[in-house]
């Protein structure tokens, strides 16, 4: 039967990354025999602009008739000022939260061929690999009430509520420990329990969930103590396991730990292994419409899509070896080059994995 | 007339870095002729083990009635199941809130003399100089409603609340231009407007104050953007402007980078100049007692406290040159020894560094 691929390319560089990912996902489709049918829809700012909603109707409509999409990025400083129901953002979010796309896998890799782009001490990062799972449908990013309200002294305050259940603690506790059984077999839940009540029930619920997991070591730290562990030895973590707006900050931190964000891939995935698939960066208006944006971040998301979505490992193993081998043959982006190297464009680089393929 | 400052040493290594800084204190108390007269009290563990609250009224009473606090640290894993409202950092945290020490001053320095501790490449450190300011007595930290509640159907959900309003915001920005103004003359404020209502204000007052201050230039940054950027390049910073929980974890995190957190001093301060001052990193539970405790930091606050809350700046130069000095000459304690140098133990630190004096 085939599989449904929505592709939503969003704003800025997203169109261009999106370009290169889709020959590469159309390449493994016919050698692969995968039999995966391709959608387009808007999203972001481009939806916003072409019909006045950051997430239209018929983009949610084909997003939950898919078994999987792949996003570009969305957003951009000329959407600064609308209101806030109708930023770019908010078309991420919604999906997000209207696929229940709970558990957000944001690995931080350290590709070898790239050491030297880490702005930390090369062994303090070599052989990196942390996998931060964030959840990401519930927290202080959609806890009600919130908003901006006027005060009987007639000053405004702003209020967000951070919120979490236990149900919603144990669905992303599970996804963790299953990932760290597959690998290195240590998850570190990362809370504020010594002054923020949610996350007190959080590392309650964590502890409960370990005992399903007799094989995986759970330990527990203070997320100020977790982003100064980054920075000193993030070699110590294997899975990393946190909250909505904690794994927003420690994610991006890590990521950066690699020198190479425009390398990582992420997934978000429900409960039934259905994800939506987005590179780490954003959508980097600032390069946007030159062609030089690294396409690899979001290569390696249909590489990961094959793997998390569509059970196909082999061609997901394909997609990894042939990034790699266009690593090792020197090309670069302008993001990832040294000093002395020249860069190649966007498709240039596409063009190259498909060869290696 | 007479200064009264309150000795709060609290627990693990609180009391033997404290001793260091208070023979620090009295020396300068002598030599500079500021008549300061110190008193002591418990605080966090040490008091909730001796009188069953780790802010007992006498303690509190005593802080009411000083000009200054200088505080070791609190805290430690023989606590970790006791209440919440028992535990040791409530106590940090009740003086905080009690005498309204709302502007927290996070300084992120790198001493030449270890710029190798960092884990940070040299050339991205070098001469580094930030300094976080911190809102301490607002945001999610004290924010109602929070708590454990259990939902209609059995299960439970913690929920705490984020929350500011336009005067809290105000006065922490009017304090970070302040400095800003007296140092880079740039701010950098940090939220997370693109999903957060309650930093949609926060960014819209800080605009508002901006325009007292047209020589010193304001930034907006998002916090997962911050953390990204602090890895990688630290050096764009000058003074970054955050609220309570974005700047515990931002300022631990550019401490980090330092390489040496047991260099760190911090000072709290309230609308008058009065103050807390205690050292970034916390009470260490797996070196006390050994005597091995790097007591820099708690007398760098001393120097601090002279500077921001006394008006004696001579006498901050002094310890300031002192440690300096120490370090010249090659004293380390462990935490910032390089593998091949003999590390001196907190005493000789402390000893050191009023030769030195
Ligand atoms: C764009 C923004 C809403 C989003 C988030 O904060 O979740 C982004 O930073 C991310 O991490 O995917
Ligand atoms: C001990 C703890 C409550 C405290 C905080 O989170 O504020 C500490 O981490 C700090 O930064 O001073």
Redesign the interface.
């Known amino acids: 039967m085939s599989k449904k691929i929505l592709i939503l390319p969003g704003d800025h560089i997203g169109p261009e990354i999106m370009a290169e990912a889709v020959r590469v996902l159309e390449h493994v489709n016919a050698r692969f025999d995968l039999d995966l049918e391709l959608e387009h829809a808007l999203v972001g700012g481009a939806a916003l602009d072409a019909v006045g909603t950051p997430l239209p109707d018929d983009t949610l409509a084909k997003a939950r008739a898919s078994d999987a999409i792949l996003l570009g990025a969305v957003?951009g400083p000329e959407w600064d000022n609308v209101e806030?129901h109708l930023?770019p953002?908010r078309g991420l979010?919604g999906l997000r939260s209207e696929l229940e796309l709970f558990g957000n896998l944001r690995p931080a890799l350290l590709y070898p061929q790239l050491a030297a782009a880490s702005?930390?001490?090369p062994e303090?990062v070599a052989g990196l690999d942390i996998l931060i799972v964030r959840e990401l449908t519930g927290g202080?990013?959609f806890?009600e009430p919130?908003?901006?309200r006027t005060?009987e002294n007639g000053?405004?305050?702003?209020?967000?509520?951070?919120?979490?259940?236990?149900?919603e603690i144990r669905r992303i506790g599970h996804l963790a420990f299953g990932l760290a059984r597959a690998r290195g077999k240590r998850v570190c839940s990362v809370d504020?329990a010594?002054?923020?009540?949610?996350?007190?029930?959080?590392r309650e619920v964590m502890t409960e969930v370990a005992k399903d997991y007799p094989d995986v070591e759970l330990s527990h730290m203070y997320?100020?103590?977790a982003?100064?562990q980054?920075?000193?030895?993030p070699k110590q973590f294997d899975v990393l396991v946190t909250g909505n707006?904690?794994g927003?900050?420690?994610?991006?931190?890590a990521?950066?730990?690699t020198?190479s964000?425009g390398m990582l891939p992420s997934a978000s995935l429900d409960s039934s292994g259905r994800g939506m698939y987005e590179p780490c960066h954003g959508s980097a208006p600032d390069i946007a419409g030159q062609g030089v944006a690294n396409p690899l971040a979001t290569i390696l998301s249909v590489a990961m899509m094959l793997r998390y979505t569509l059970d196909k490992p082999e061609a997901a193993a394909a997609i990894e070896a042939a990034v790699s081998a266009v690593l090792d043959r020197g090309l670069r982006t302008a993001d990832i080059r040294a000093e002395a190297e020249t860069p190649v464009s966007t498709s240039q680089m596409g063009e190259a994995v498909l060869q290696a393929l």
Chains 1, 2 share one sequence.
């Open positions: 957003g806030r930023r953002e979010l702005s930390l001490k303090l202080i990013y806890g919130r908003g901006i005060l000053e405004r305050q702003g209020f967000n509520t951070y919120v979490y259940s236990e149900s504020k010594n002054v923020l009540d949610v996350t007190v029930l959080w997320v100020d103590n982003a100064m980054l920075v000193r030895a707006m904690f927003d900050i420690l994610s991006d931190a990521a950066m730990l020198g964000i």
